[in-house]
């Protein structure tokens, strides 16, 4: 990072690249993880499978990186989350070096600013019922021949863009899943909790569509039989 900022002739400060990455960190995943929360609210018929699901998958009691990838609906609810409710309606912005011509003509001069639209997450030809949380949707989809890849959560292809795509695309997502997977079970695991306000799930900010913040839930710690 250092040859790259030099040489572009810019000064490189670590400290505030490392805090930048902090930041986008841990408001991406808090902000998904809580979204998951609200959800399971609506459908709490699904904690028990996704409890059954981390159980299943464990050695012994204990976890190893192979677990992590067996938790498929687990994966799949996370997917199906990001899908339904990503962190904006514009990922992936990009300054333009040098003009672009598309191939119908269009110019994009140099010093624009470009977004992708991530609309196609909620394309019903894509994605039938699009508005509505099919936390096993992309666990079907896995299913499918020529699909196990391109349904999980951490893979970027072109009809899900929550993580951008190409050599730009977010390098902390395999972190992210690992995180909240652990961090899900945990919590089902531990805690009841249901919700007691009646808000949005998410609120429209800017480009940004984030998790409401102003919702209330009530949380009890659950007790485990010795």
């Given at each position: 990072?250092?040859?790259?900022?030099?040489?572009?002739?810019k000064e490189y400060h670590g400290a505030h690249i490392q805090l930048s990455l902090s930041m986008v960190s841990v408001h991406t995943t808090s902000d998904l993880f809580s979204n998951i929360l609200l959800q399971l609210c609506r459908?709490?018929?699904?904690?028990?499978?996704?409890?059954?699901?981390?159980q299943s998958v464990r050695t012994d009691g204990a976890w190893e990186k192979r677990s992590l990838y067996r938790m498929k609906l687990a994966d799949s609810v996370m997917k199906e989350t990001q899908r339904i409710k990503p962190l904006g309606v514009l990922l992936s912005h990009r300054h333009v070096s040098d003009d672009v011509i598309l191939p119908d003509g269009t110019l994009i001069p140099k010093g624009a600013i470009v977004a992708t639209n991530i609309s196609r997450m909620w394309d019903p030809e894509l994605y039938p019922n699009p508005e509505e949380w099919q936390p096993d949707r992309y666990l079907k989809l896995r299913e499918e021949p020529g699909k196990e890849h391109s349904s999980q959560f951490v893979t970027t292809p072109m009809e899900s863009l929550g993580f951008g795509i190409g050599s730009h695309a977010c390098p902390a997502r395999f972190f992210a899943s690992s995180k909240i997977k652990l961090l899900l079970n945990h919590v089902l695991q531990n805690y009841d909790y249901e919700r007691v306000d009646t808000g949005k799930d998410a609120t429209p900010f800017f480009v940004e569509y984030v998790t409401n913040p102003k919702a209330k839930l009530r949380v009890?710690?659950?007790t485990i039989s010795p």
């Open positions: 990072m250092h040859d790259i900022a030099t040489g572009k002739g459908h709490p018929e699904w904690i028990q499978p996704l409890l059954q699901e981390a009890r710690r659950k």
